[in-house]
């Protein structure tokens, strides 16, 4: 049974927030429902990361080995994103995960997508239909949500700071 995906690359030096907790919790039941048979032999970690202009999500391992990390891209952390994007861009690194890119497992093939590995391994784990749905949503919603999103990131930035109260840090395991 792998471990649960309770942390963030950023580890004690950026406490997890709540809403990066949300995506470790889903991480692990995409995996239990999906990836069950794929052992995870380092530590997975998940969170909101740097809002990228395009992409949407990522997996790297660091140079040790020992912690491999998806990250969604921030502007993604925003209420009306549905949970089934989150599931589609997790379920897309995982798949990488799966076929030993940015993971310790064996390479399934040299390059990460080639000839529609990625597709095929989520179309037989039953997520097809999840990478269908990204890629229309990533097509006609994700553009105006982008743009919305950089604005108020950018409003904010000019707001005075006020001091955030202390909360107790997650628990990491
Ligand atoms: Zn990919």
């Known amino acids: 049974m792998p471990g649960s995906a309770i942390a963030t690359w950023n580890g004690a030096s950026q406490p ?3 809403r990066d907790q949300r995506l470790a919790l889903l991480l692990d039941e995409i995996w239990r429902a999906h990836f069950a048979d794929i052992p995870r032999p380092n530590e997975l970690v998940v969170g ?3 809002p990228w ?30 949970c089934e994007i ?9 798949v990488h995960y799966a076929q030993g890119f940015a993971s310790p497992l064996p390479r ?13 391994e989520l179309a037989q784990r039953g997520l ?3 990478e269908l749905l990204l ?15 950089m604005v108020e990131r950018q409003q904010a930035r000019r707001q005075p700071l006020v001091p955030v109260p202390c909360t107790a840090r997650a628990n990491v395991v």
Not at 60 to 82: C, F, K, Q, Y
Not at 135 to 149: D, I, N, S, T
């Open 108 to 120: 399934a093939q040299r390059h990460a997508h080639a000839h529609g590995a990625v597709s095929r």
């Open 16 to 18: 997890m927030t709540p």
């Open 135 to 149: 890629h229309e949503w990533g097509e006609h919603v994700w553009p105006r949500l982008r743009a919305q999103a």
């Open 53 to 82: 202009k395009w992409r949407l999500g990522r997996i790297r391992m660091s140079l040790d080995a020992r912690i491999s990390e998806i990250t969604l891209n921030g502007l993604l952390d925003r209420p009306e994103v549905p």
């Open 128 to 130: 097809g239909a999840t």
């Open 86 to 94: 989150y599931i589609a861009i997790m379920a897309h690194e995982i």
């Open 48 to 50: 909101f990361g740097f």
